[in-house]
């Protein structure tokens, strides 16, 4: 698709820190490539706050590849935007038409507490990932693929369960503000291998009990999450999720 210049109005959240008063502030940009990505528009008008003196719109992003899990934003009420499985850093300018009014808003939940204008903290995954989310089995030095066997579907579905990158946006679009979909990645990608199967039991409970810990809400089956979810995890992961607390619940520990 040729590219071509529009111009559109942002219509963005600012807020100076978790306790001041926060409110949308309304910007016109002209002369939009739309080859830009949903970032590189943000910092054309970061460009036009600064030149005018002004604070510049605090947003997280890195990688800007879909790949590192930092970038996010709910987009016309949709985390991340209107295209499916892509991060913001990936959705692309033409998606929008000229004359456009872009509302932008922070991933909103209340295990992610904002800090300023788009960025949240998103620490709370990381606390969760700390009470569970590896595996300490000394794994040596890499092995040959194939010592290990592992059925060609479950590997497939560990890959794509390991495929999340901790974005957030399946909390942001939650209405309980659930992290099950975050969660249920990680313990599908380790309870579907061989390799993560000796701690599946106390995993499953260490991670639940971190989650709810966190103050995260519960699965309403509302499947807002599988929607916005930009690396295309299911919520079967939320299904197997339940099958592996209940399982450690149940027989306990070892
Ligand atoms: S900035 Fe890394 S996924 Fe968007």
Known sequence: MASKKITITVRIWRQAGPGAEGRFEEHRLEEINTDMSFLEMLDVLNEKLTLAGREPVAFDHDCREGICGM???????????????????????????????????????RAFPLVRDLVVD??????????????????????????IPVAQHLAEQAMDAAACIGCGACVAACPNGA???????????????????????????AMVRAMDNEGFGNCGNERECENVCPKGLSIRNIARLNREYLRAALVGTD
Do not use: W
């Open 122 to 147: 998103r620490s709370a995954f990381d606390r969760i990932i700390q009470a569970g989310g590896y595996v300490s089995v000394n794994a040596g030095s890499a092995r040959d693929g194939n010592t």
């Open 179 to 205: 992290a099950m979909l975050f969660v249920s990645g990680k313990i599908s990608q380790f309870a579907l291998l061989p390799q993560g199967r000796p701690e599946r039991k106390r995993r499953a409970l």
């Open 71 to 109: 970038c996010g934003a709910v987009v016309d009420g949709i985390a991340h935007g209107p295209e499916r499985e892509t991060t913001l850093c990936q959705l692309h300018m033409r998606h929008f038409k000229d004359g456009d009014t872009i509302c932008i808003e922070p991933f909103r939940g």
